[in-house]
């Protein structure tokens, strides 16, 4: 594929805190990228130095593999769509779209044909003479699209653009976003701190996280094989636990030796083990690998989310398999259900499921602290 941005070694500090720490990104044609990470991480800092909002204290940005960094936006070949969809509210959905070619002074057929498809690609067709503050918030969000796509830009920037709508119309939209881009064969860049929408959309994903960038690859790879401790945790569900390689393909964590299918680490060099809730399986207290004493169950619906004690480790289980709580079990694990790390800075920060939140951790700490005191 040919590569359309490419951010070398660019940095950016605000008030003397580094939002971007030297990052290095190729995007490539006809590519749905997403940049994922919590918020403060520096994916929207990314996106508008992409756009050129911003503008790097280091590194260069190409596009095309020219240099951009002089380039002001309205010269880059890419369009925006923001969280607010900045809609003219005096116009009407074929006018809102039709705007980018009024101000390019293109001919009434050119614009009425490019309108005309655009509103079938977004699904908007009978529309036009609609006012966009009739419109739902999924039916503004086709029509800024649509807008953005009307003058055919290389790369189109989606800034968090689900972020105001409900989880259905979420859904929704995240699967016309993926049909859209694949019908217009235009890059898209999408900003998201919603795990789900990565995964179900993109085809790279970037995780981010103080300013660097901690993997990169497909939504498959990255929550199959993550990197390292953040990854792992901030990508779905983990159970991340100390471990030692004793050799390839055998790990040791909770005292018990398991059979796993990484190699290539030092003979008893310090990992970190991470195993994904809904691969342990529930079995027979004596059956058992691990064993442990049920804390908690919740009904999700389609499955149980069942916290397990096993030594003093909280272990979360997703399994259609009801248990009750205080019951004694067995975990069992098969080999390639164990996804070895190298130790990093983010080791021992994540893992247990004694609460869901690190805010929550720091308020109980605290909430103790006053109690002692």
């Not at 064969?185 to 999408?190: E, H, S, V």
């Not at 680490?265 to 399986?281: A, H, T, W, Y």
């Not at 069992?332 to 990093?344: L, T, V």
């Amino acid at each position: 594929m040919r590569k359309i941005i490419e951010l070398k070694g660019v940095s950016k500090a605000y008030d003397g805190q580094v939002v971007l720490d030297h990052i290095n990104l190729d995007i490539y044609d006809n590519e749905f990228v997403t940049l994922l990470g919590p918020s403060g991480c520096g994916k929207t800092t990314t996106l508008r130095i992409i756009a050129g909002f911003e503008q790097p204290d280091e590194g260069q940005v190409f596009f095309m593999g020219e240099d951009i960094a002089a380039l002001p936006p309205h010269k880059r070949n890419v369009n925006t769509v923001f969280q607010r969809y900045a809609l003219f509210p005096h116009l009407n959905v074929y006018e809102n779209i039709a705007f980018p070619l009024r101000v390019k002074k293109a001919h009434g057929d050119e614009i009425d044909t490019k309108v005309r498809e655009m509103l079938r690609l977004v699904g908007l067709q009978g529309f036009e003479k609609r006012s966009v503050t009739s419109l739902s918030g999924g039916q503004q969000q086709r029509v800024a699209i649509a807008r953005a796509l009307v003058s055919q830009p290389k790369v189109l920037l989606l800034d968090e653009p689900l972020s105001a709508l409900d989880a259905k119309l979420r859904k929704d939209m995240q699967a016309e976003l993926h049909k859209i881009q694949r019908a217009s064969g235009i890059t898209f860049i999408f900003v998201t701190h919603d795990q789900e929408e990565a995964l179900s959309m993109s085809d790279t994903v970037v995780v981010m996280s103080e300013g660097l960038i901690q993997q990169i690859g497909t939504p498959t790879d990255i929550y199959n094989e993550p990197q390292n401790a953040f990854v792992a945790d901030f990508i779905g569900e983990s159970n991340i636990l100390n471990g030692i390689m004793l050799e390839d393909r055998k790990v040791k964590f909770h005292g018990h030796v398991f059979e796993c299918v990484d190699s290539g680490f030092e003979k008893n060099e310090p990992v970190d083990v991470v195993v994904r809730p809904e691969d342990v399986d529930i079995v027979p207290e004596e059956k058992g690998m691990l064993r442990g004493v049920v804390t908690s169950v919740t009904f999700l619906g389609v499955h149980y989310e069942i916290i397990v004690d096993v030594q003093g480790f909280k272990w979360m289980i997703q399994t259609t398999d009801f248990c009750a709580v205080d019951s004694h079990i067995g975990l069992f694990i098969e080999p390639d259900a164990i996804q070895i790390m190298h130790k990093s800075k983010y080791s021992g920060m994540f893992g247990d499921y004694s609460s869901f939140s690190n805010e929550f951790d720091e308020l109980s700490d605290a909430a103790a602290e006053v109690e002692e005191e």
